[in-house]
Nanobody, 119 residues
Framework: QVQLVESGGGSVQAGGSLRLSCVAS????????MGWFRQAPGKEREWVAT????????VYADSVKGRFTISQDNAKITLYLQMNMLKLEDTAMYYC????????????WGQGTQVTVSS
């Protein structure tokens, strides 16, 4: 039983920054990795970034590499996505997700938070 609650979405001008947060609760001890996904209107869901909770190692999609940073707090309760140098193409609904150790699929999802980038 894991719950993910996101916040931090909003509207920002191109070139600006925004930080998304995702608070995890419930039985989170088995979560091996946390990630961010996004989905723009008319597009398929796209993987953005992953953080492996124990070691803190991170992986990014090429589209956001160098601009976005995924991180977690010391207690591994809150997941963050720092988004810098935002582009119009970053406009999407952003979702927090969690994956249990030993699982290939992402089993838990947040409700999503909208990010809109304007020129």
């Amino acid at each position: 039983q894991v719950q993910l609650v996101e916040s931090g979405g909003g509207s920002v001008q191109a070139g600006g920054s925004l930080r998304l947060s995702c608070v995890a609760s419930g039985y989170t001890y088995s979560m091996h990795s946390m990630g961010w996904f996004r989905q723009a209107p008319g597009k398929e869901r796209e993987w953005v970034a992953t953080i492996y909770r124990r070691a803190g190692d991170t992986v990014y999609a090429d589209s956001v590499k160098g601009r976005f940073t995924i991180s977690q707090d010391n207690a591994k309760i809150t997941l963050y996505l720092q988004m810098n140098m935002l582009k119009l193409e970053d406009t999407a609904m952003y979702y927090c997700a969690a994956r249990e150790g030993g699982r290939r699929e992402w089993g838990y999802w947040g409700q999503g938070t909208q990010v809109t980038v304007s020129s």
